[in-house]
Structures are given as C-alpha cells and as structure tokens.
C-alpha cells in the first residue's frame, strides 16, 4: 500500500488484481480493439499523407487564373465575340505584380509564384514532342512544388538560355544534362535552350509534359511579355486551399482553383474511406466499452459482499463509484498501451513485408506519437465511460442486502 | 478509550417498528415497537428463535436500514434526520460490525483489512493507522498472521481479524450477528472470551445476536425477542447491583 495513493486506487488496483484471469483477459480485449484502431490509423493515414504527397508533388495548393470568359457578365454585347476570339490566345492576369504583393501579405499564404506557362513542341534532331513550357521563379516555385529536390541530375538552374526537363521527356528525347534542345511555341517563337537538370517529380505524364525555363523566356517565347498566365499559391494550411481559394476568386474576381477541387475525386474517395474507418473505430471502440461494462458488472456482483462491508465500515457511495470508475481506467489504458505495443509490431511487420516488386517499401508509414498518446487517452475515457453503469450499481448497493446474501 | 465520550446511553430505541414492503401492496411489520437502552460498558446478548428479527434489528441499530418508525439515538444523537452521507460517516465512526460470516475483504492481507475503517474514513494510507492496526492484531494474537491473506487463516482467525477491525475506529458500538456461528466450539469459545476482554478492558458496549445459550448465560444481559417483541430483557444479577440505573423496559 503506498502511502500516497488514495483509498479509491488502493480498491481498484487490489480488486484487478485479485480478479486475475477476468483482469487479463479484458486488457488483452482491450489491447487487440486498440492495436487495430492505431494500425489501421497509422496505415490510412500512411497512405493518405502518401497520395496526397504525391498528388501535390507536381501542384500548388492554389492556382489563381485569368477569369474564365463564361463566367464575366455578358451585358455588353459588343465585348462578347472578342473574348472569345481572345480565348485562343494565352491570357494573362491584369495587374499580377501588385495582386502578388498583396498575396504575399495575406498571413495564410506561405508561398507565392508566378507562371507563364503555354504548348510548345520540344525538338531534339528527328524527335519532336509537344510540352507544356513552364516559366518560373526558381526560389519562388520550390516553396510550392520544391522541384530542387527533385533533381535526379545537373542541377535547378535557369539563366537565359536554360531549362531543366524531366526524365520520360529525356528519355523520350535522348537527351541529357548539357545537350542543346529546341523549343517552338505555338505563335511560332523558337528558342535553343541547354539542358542544365532532369527531374522526376514522380508522376510520368508530368516527367513527360513539363519543361522549366526561367520567368522571362517562357515570357518572351510564348508572346506574353510582363505577363503571367497562372499564380501558384503555397499553403500554410493545406486544407483551407477551398476556402482561400474561394475567398481570392471573390476579391479580385479572378478564377482560382484548390487543389481539393482539381482532385475531386482523390478526395471523395478519401472522405469516403475517412468515414468508413470512422465507422469501424466506433464499432470497435463500442464493443470494447461492451466488453469492459461486463467484465464490471461481473465484478460487482461477485464483490457485493466486499462493498456491503466497505460500506458498513463507513464508506461512502462515492468511494465505491470511483473505485469502480478508475478500474475500468486502469483497464483502458493498460488495454491501450497493450494495443499500441501490438499496432507497434503489426507496422514493424507490415514494413518489412510489403514490398513493391523491386524491394521499396510500398509506401513510407510514419506513425506520430500522438496517434498513441490519443488512443490512450481514448481507451482510458472509454474504460472511464463504460465503467459507468457498474460503477453506480456498485455505490447503490444495499449493504443490507449484500450482506445478507 | 481517552476520547471524552458521551456517557449517557450509547443506543437508544424508541418505539421502533420496521415494515417490508411484501409484493405489491401488502406491508409485513417485522418489529413492533422496539425500546431498548444500552448503557456504555454493557455486554448484551440478543436472542430468539429464526425470523424472530434480530438481524433487522442489528440492521437498524447499525444504521445500515432505517426504522420505519421510531426514534433511533446513537451516543445520544437522534439519526432519523441525518442523510445517507451523515449516517455513513455516523456509522463508521461509532459502531464496529462483526458478521457471520467473517466478511474479510480477500483482496487484503489481515493488517490491511484491520486498517480498512480508517482507510476509508481518512482517504490514505498512513502510518499511524498502520500502527494502530498492528496494535490491535496484537491484541487479538495474529501479530504473525499480519500479512497473510484471509484465505490463508482459519474461520477463528478471520473472526479475531474481523473483531480487530471493529474496534479500529474505536466504536461505542460493537454489533456481532451471530459471530460464532461458523465456528467450533474451541474456536467460539476464544473469539467470545476475546470480546469480553475488549469489553472489560475498553468499556466497549456490545450487542450479540447468538443462537447459543451457552455463550448468551455468559453475558451480562440477555435480550429475548420473539416474533418481532422483546419478550424478556433479563439483567445478569453482577451486573445489577454494578448498574442501578438500568430499568430495561
Ligand atoms: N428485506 C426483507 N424483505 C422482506 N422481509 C424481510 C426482509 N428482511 C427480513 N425479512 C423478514 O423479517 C423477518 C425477520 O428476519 P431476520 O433476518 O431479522 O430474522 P433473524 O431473527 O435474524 O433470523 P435468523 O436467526 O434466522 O438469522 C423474517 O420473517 C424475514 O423473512
Ligand atoms: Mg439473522
């Protein structure tokens, strides 16, 4: 007995202890509940943060663009057919240096980087592949897309006359850091370019498509001098790109795009699959409280007689409930740290044994130790929870009548 | 024992009656006017034949049921009006209870089980209660049994554990259903003779129900009760001329 815990936990413990088998039997209930909901967390949440990563790998969070012609009121009648003559035509954004500044102030936004982007062909001697030609601000555009870290040769470097392309177009084209590669625009500008990196940003299509130059030739090539098409935005917060973006659209009545409404569909689909692990954390977290209430309840009515005589001893109902209460507390968390010790073992072999073909893992799972101390503090107030009907059976006891039975 | 104690009566029955509601609308009048006084220092035996309401009675006086009517005093304090809290703590502080069936708490060894008034009155564990545990397991000659679990002892020894620990919050009171009723006759002999000699030594006053004539001649007042009266209340002739104020009613 140490002298600093109170009567209630001295009870508790005691009761859990001699109740041996029934004790040890509902934490390892408990622990497996757990080790599910924090393994199933840790891998949903693995490959969550993983497609996400690799979703946002080649785009912004925000992209602001021109405002689209269908959506600008038609009232004058005469604008209408030469907007849509001018849709052929790349379009830039009205004022865009002043709209960055004021971009730049807003405390949500992390990063801003302006984009002349259009069709090109890219030429290498017979071959000749259609691109999308992609003019950027180096330090800008890494805080969004960190295409720096991407390089998998030479080096992200874009003076006059460079461009680093990614590695299916390399490929596509034969060509390799220092070559000269010849980029036409669809207006009919033609520019010979070195090859100063490849990337490989991790998705073919955008190994194939894109081609980085600097802000000014991409200005210069696609006839859009001083003019940018697009603005990437970087995120603080990635999952307020809707809002932002919405909050933008309206103030400057410009269109701009989240990249949660580009990926619809990514993202229903990891809604849907958020809401059906929801459902099987509740179910188990249910049949865990279940399995806890009846242990108790068990307990209590095997232990009448020790609370009638408690009782007749002086103790108050108050000490029998909480007695009761921290049990199923105790059970929680021993059940959880049981659970997340087993979750622990479960990823360890899940690392080891799901491999891609060629030996990587298929994804990288890092798990928080948050998710641990949360399923903790979780089990512990679900014991807590379910505890609660045998617990006040327990402080309503009749001494009386467990006494005499 | 050194507390400045009440010294009028330590129990004191008014009139008692206690009904069971049986089935639905019937009520069954166990006990139909129960007077009775107990002095301190008083060694009682209550008799009577089964069902005859010595339990329910013990239950009412140990503040563990109420009367359904009737005026009910502990060291001279009128418990009617007190509240479940009040009469917990009324309970714990003045009446120590020995059962049948000695009713140890299995999860504790001996010592922690003499402790367990005080435990819960106070909230921790602390040495002084320990000391007077050990104390009062001397006084009862388990000082080696202090550590074993209950189902480590014999039936006469959870009993002397269990009179051990009615006396821990030193009571006015000590009420025994039947304790030697699970015993053989070596063993009920000693735990009685252990009662005495607590009763002689602390002025403890003590009330026990016993089925044994043997055991109920050697107290110093008998109590008969039958079918819910008190039918005879007979004063041992010592003890008489001892107590002149005791007009039993
Ligand atoms: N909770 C209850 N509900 C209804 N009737 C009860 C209840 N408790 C006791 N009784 C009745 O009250 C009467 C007295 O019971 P009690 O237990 O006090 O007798 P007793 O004298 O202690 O008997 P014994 O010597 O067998 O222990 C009995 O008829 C019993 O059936
Ligand atoms: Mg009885």
New binding site residues.
Partial sequence: MYPWLPFEWIAATRFLREGRMQSLLIIVGVGVGVSVIVFMSALLSGLQSNLVRRTLSSQAHVVILPPEEVARPQRDSTLGPILQKQAQRLRSIDQWQKLRGRLAEMPEIAAVSPIASGPAFAVRGNANKSVTLIGIEPDNYNRIIALDEKMVAGRLRLNAGETVIGIELAKDLGASVGDKLRINSSNGTTDTLTITGLFDLGNKGVNARNVYVGLRSAQTLLDLVGGVSSIDLGLRDMYAADAIALRIARETGLQADSWIKTNAQFFTALTSQKISSNVIRFFIGLSVAFGIASVLVVSVVQRSKEIGILRAMGATRGQMLRTFLIQGGIVGLLGSVLGSSLAWVFLALWRALALNPDGTPMFMITVEPELFAISAAGATLVGIFSALIPARRAASLDP??AI?G | MAEAKFDGPVLELEDIH?S???GSEVE?E??HGINLRLQRGEFAALI????????????LIGLLDRPSSGRLLIDGQETGSLDDGALTRLRGRSIGFVFQHHHLIPAFTALENVMMPLLVERGRPDDEMRQRAAKLLDQVGLTAQANHQANQMSGGQQQRVAIARALTMQPSLVLA??PTGNLDTKSADSVFALMREVNVSQQTTFLI?T?DPRLAARCDRIIE?VD?TIVSDHVAEVRKQEMPQQHPD
């Avoid at chain 2, 009577?48 to 239950?59: D, Y």
């Fill in positions: 009386v009548v005499r | 206690k069971y509601a049986t069954t166990v006990l009577g034949p089964s069902g005859s309401g010595k339990s329910t009675l013990l239950n259903d039947e129900v089925h009760l819910g």
